[in-house]
């Protein structure tokens, strides 16, 4: 397959008489298979957006978003075959961890044995073997973020979403999880799309960084040109 195919795509919220305001305006972006690719940039810049829109989560006013080469206009967000991971508030915090990661599995009609031998995988894939059966509000933060990156994995999906999905830790926590978060998405060989306002955080996790700034992409690279390159 070819990956991820951006092209100028525009997002717009239309305030009903306020005015509409332009969130992506005018972005093309390719992702190929097996990459990591960090959106950074400031609060309001789009990042949020772009993605929602890759999603399916929100219409694009124009361009177009493919994935291995088909139009995904007409498909909506469910038929995707995407993973979705957010900042928070994403677990159910009634239900036990493999419930919590067994999720998405249940939803796709993967059969029990299966399902128990994939939860059991990603449990190990983010450091958390044997947490099957803690209560997930017994979690720390950081172990709650794990659940759901286990969460997000566990279907296999073909490109994972991630917004912000580290910004709720606190410094330490998150520079360690983003180095994790590195190491478990290339061990898996899962295509990504990062989004992050924390420098440090999208060039410890991305094989090339999008450096977004009012709606467009100003550059993108790798993290070693774009760090030699002021
Ligand atoms: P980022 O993720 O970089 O913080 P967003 O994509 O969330 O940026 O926002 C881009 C712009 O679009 C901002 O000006 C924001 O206020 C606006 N915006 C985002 N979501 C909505 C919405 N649902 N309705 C109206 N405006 C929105
Ligand atoms: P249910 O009857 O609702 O499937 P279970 O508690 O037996 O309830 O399992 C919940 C989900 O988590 C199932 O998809 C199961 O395959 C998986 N699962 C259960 N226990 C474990 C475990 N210890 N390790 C990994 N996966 C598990």
Redesign the pocket.
Known sequence: GSGLRVRDLV?R?D?GGAGV????AGVSLDVAPGEVVA?L????????????AVAGLEPPAAGTVSWDGADLADVPVHRRGFGLMFQEGQLFAHRDVAHNVAYGLQMAGVPRGERTRRVADGLRAVGLDGYGRRAVSTLSGGEQQRVALARALAPAPQLLLL??PLSALDRALRERLAADVRSTLVATGTTALF?T?DHDEAFTVADRVAV?SA?RILRIDTPARLWRRP
Do not use: F
């Open positions: 997002v919220y305030d305001t332009t969130a992506v959106l940039g400031p609060s309001g810049c789009g990042k949020s957006s772009l993605l929602r917004d912000e989004v306002h977004m709606g």
